[in-house]
């Protein structure tokens, strides 16, 4: 499983390539770590990302948080295997994907581009 959360505004980051416009995140598991994957304003993903370990997550997110100054929080709830969005702050947009359809989902969307 794994949850898109997309941007406003489009920002950046800087990857294998440089410097490139990022639209999304992408938050997904591999093995013992949370990858946070950058979403390029062409909808693919970018070519860098950041391992944070399972057990550190909580600990990433309150300092997120807390240098943001924002205390608003996205409430996601997974019971049996499915995810539910249960809060969400005004203005921010989260998906939840399926991993296993996320490859398709994308060559969808390329094919509605060409």
Do not use: W
């Not at 800087?14 to 992408?26: D, E, H, S, T």
């Not at 949370?34 to 300092?63: C, E, F, H, N, W």
């Not at 709830?77 to 996320?102: K, Q, T, Y």
């Amino acid at each position: 499983m794994s949850a898109m959360i997309e941007f406003k505004a489009p920002t950046e980051f800087l990857g294998r390539n440089g410097q490139a416009k990022m639209v999304a995140i992408l938050i997904d598991r591999l093995d013992n770590d949370i990858t946070l994957v950058p979403i390029t304003s062409r909808r693919q993903m970018g070519r860098a990302y950041m391992l944070v370990p399972k057990d550190m997550v909580p600990a990433v997110a309150r300092a997120m948080l807390q240098v943001s100054g924002n205390r608003q929080k996205v409430v996601v709830s997974v019971r049996g295997g499915v995810a539910e969005l249960v809060s969400c702050p005004p203005g921010v947009s989260v998906r939840i994907v399926d991993h296993d359809n996320l490859a398709a989902e994308q060559e969808d969307r390329r094919r509605r581009v060409a």
